[in-house]
């Protein structure tokens, strides 16, 4: 079986960096241990090795299809599904009381990233069904809980989001899919949805769409948008299932994922279609955002996991590949010793350490904010700092490894040359795969203006500031270590350019110049991005120097070495570049605005 994950690096993280085991002693997480959590880990691989990683090919050279008026899918799809709620995966998160193990959303997002590395086309599947049943769980009345939960957690019905319309897209204001209510107190719901994933196929018993959609007479834009469960099928008073008026209308024909579909979806063309309001009338799209924020960390997650994949498949190469002679003193080749394998060549090696570098410290990142997850959910005194600093990370958790994660897969895709452009090898695919990432869930502009536009400035600058506060206590640990002084020098000095760049683009806010406040929002994204995942960096620096002086033999010490060289290498190569992004965004002159020169014809 081929590498497409590292076990003990996801373990060093969780565990060491992490320090998973503290979270444990937690009320809510005290009944797992180390042990119990690496064994849910171990089976997660051996599904992972058995079911998903060996069909990954075949699901991208036979995509999904529509035909028949209905999506048809990888026929393993069905007893993965069906695996996956057997191994509890789909309610990995869940309270026990509603049949999940109630384990933390970090080990349930290191379950997911392991069958994402193995085959990224599945696993998408059973996370919107769990975000689905999980939006029913936290806001619809309990009724729907019973009706419906179950079912999505076992596998045997499938959850979804529907947000996308034709004509609106990410511009949630302008949907126009409709909601009569009914004298039974359901409504009559009316409307296109596009770009569903998993939004239809024959091996589920039910879909239950949580679709966002529009009372007759609700208030104009996101103000007057509702949330209503809408299932393929309605439940009769027998349990038996009738068809619900949700057509398929087609599906969409991709780059890559091409195994996951993604579904048109036509809501009640004969007027027949019953949705189930949740929770108020016209807060829809709050009780929608928890599902968004969730998938956002997700859709990261993908993106660090197919760069984790990608990886391997070219660090397998590099180490099988002969290519070229080493260079000698004066720029001569040894042609007497023959070719030489291409990870000897220090080009190849700064692509490999590049993508391990941003995968590594993308799986971190995903871990960190897992973490601040769990402990706003379990530690109810503190909630609102961990909730701050969860609020900051989220759209740097769904940018930066699906941005940074297409550079790595396009390093790794370069070391193979020739071949890596040709199909025979899997790097194009992952190629192909990882370019949606930074699109699903809010496209990186729109996650940009979220992190510039809101966060940054929200309560007053508070939630920068409780996240400044966390990378300058790392800073300090880090500059008690010999190995590290420089280091955390220099992620240090990074803080007094987000303060000036900050200085810069404020007044222009208050100024009442918004457009022109976030119109470089991406590129302070970017900057950003790169220092929390260098805060990452530091911090697995410190786990692995202290690793180093101690006794501990839990891991080898070419391993812990090996983490300090990748977090220099990230230092050098990577956040090296912040200071000319920080005076690109500093400069006076703006050239995107509408009113600057026109487009030529």
């Known amino acids: 079986m081929a590498a497409y994950f590292n076990m003990e690096t996801l ?75 057997e191994l509890g995966i789909i309610g990995a998160s869940f309270d026990e009381s509603l049949g999940g193990l109630q384990l933390p959303a970090t080990v349930m997002h290191a379950a997911y990233f392991i069958m994402e590395a193995a085959n990224n086309h599945i696993p998408g599947y059973a996370g919107l069904t769990a975000g689905a049943a999980h939006l029913i769980s936290s806001f619809a009345e309990t009724k729907y809980h019973e009706q419906y939960v179950p079912n999505m957690l076992s596998g045997q019905w499938s959850g979804t989001m529907c947000l996308s319309e034709p004509q609106a897209g990410s511009g949630l204001s302008d949907i126009k899919c409709s909601a009569k209510l009914t004298d039974d107190g359901t409504y009559r719901i009316k409307g296109h949805k596009i770009f569903i994933s998993g939004g239809d196929h024959e091996y589920a018993g039910n879909i239950i769409h949580l679709l966002l959609a529009r009372i007759e007479g609700a208030p104009a834009g996101t103000k007057g948008i509702s949330l209503f469960i809408v299932p393929k099928y309605r439940i009769l008073s027998d349990q038996t299932l009738e068809n619900n008026d949700v057509i398929t209308a087609g599906d969409f024909q991709k780059m890559g994922q091409r195994g996951y579909c993604t579904a048109h979806l036509v809501f009640g063309d004969n007027e027949d279609c019953t949705g189930y309001l949740v929770g108020e009338p016209n807060k829809g799209l709050s009780y929608m955002f928890q599902m968004m924020n969730d998938a956002r960390i997700a859709v990261g997650r993908g993106g660090a996991a197919i760069a984790s994949a990608a990886y391997y498949a070219s660090l397998q190469y590099a180490q099988e590949r002969q290519q070229g002679r080493r260079m000698l003193s004066g720029g001569r080749k040894d042609d007497a010793a023959g070719p030489t394998l291409i990870i000897n060549h220090p080009d190849v090696r ?18 960190q904010s897992s973490v601040y997850h769990d402990r706003e959910i379990s530690e109810k005194d503190n909630k609102k700092h961990w909730n701050l600093l969860l609020e900051f990370l989220t759209p740097i958790t769904k940018t930066y490894p699906s941005e940074k994660g297409k550079l790595a897969v396009d390093n790794g895709l370069q070391i193979l040359g020739g071949y890596g452009f040709c199909a025979d090898f899997i790097l194009q695919q992952y190629y192909r795969d990882i370019r949606i990432m930074s699109i699903y869930e809010g496209t990186t502009g729109i996650q940009s203006l979220d992190l510039l536009g809101r966060k940054v400035l929200m309560e007053n600058g508070l939630v920068l500031k409780t996240m400044m506060a966390e990378m300058l206590s790392t800073i300090s640990e880090g500059k008690k270590d010999e190995r590290l002084m420089a280091t955390a020098k220099e992620l240090e000095d990074q803080l007094p350019m987000v303060e000036a760049t900050l200085a810069h683009l404020i007044p222009i806010a208050m100024n009442g110049e918004p457009e022109k406040f976030v119109s470089d929002a991406t590129l302070f994204m970017e900057a950003i991005g790169t220092i929390v995942v260098a805060w990452q960096w530091l911090k697995i620096g410190i786990t692995a120097s202290n690793a180093l002086n101690s006794s501990d033999v839990s891991f080898s010490a070419s391993m812990l070495k090996n983490k300090l060289h990748t977090m220099r290498f990230f230092y050098k190569y990577e956040l090296g570049r912040n200071r000319s992004i920080f005076k690109i965004i500093q400069s006076d002159e703006v050239l995107t605005l509408a009113e600057d020169e026109a487009f030529p014809d």
């Open 350 to 367: 700064r692509m490999l350490f590049l993508q391990k570098a941003i995968y590594e410290g993308s799986l971190s990142l995903i871990l």
């Open 11 to 85: 373990k060093f993280l969780m565990f060491n960096v992490h320090k998973l085991e503290e979270l444990l002693l937690n009320e809510r997480y005290n009944a797992f241990d180390k042990e119990s959590i690496l064994l849910f880990l171990q089976s997660v691989a051996d599904f992972s090795d058995q079911d998903l990683y060996p069909i990954f090919k075949e699901m991208d050279e036979k995509p999904a299809k529509f035909s028949d008026g209905k999506i048809h899918v990888h026929p393993k799809i069905k007893d993965i599904l069906v695996k996956q709620g």
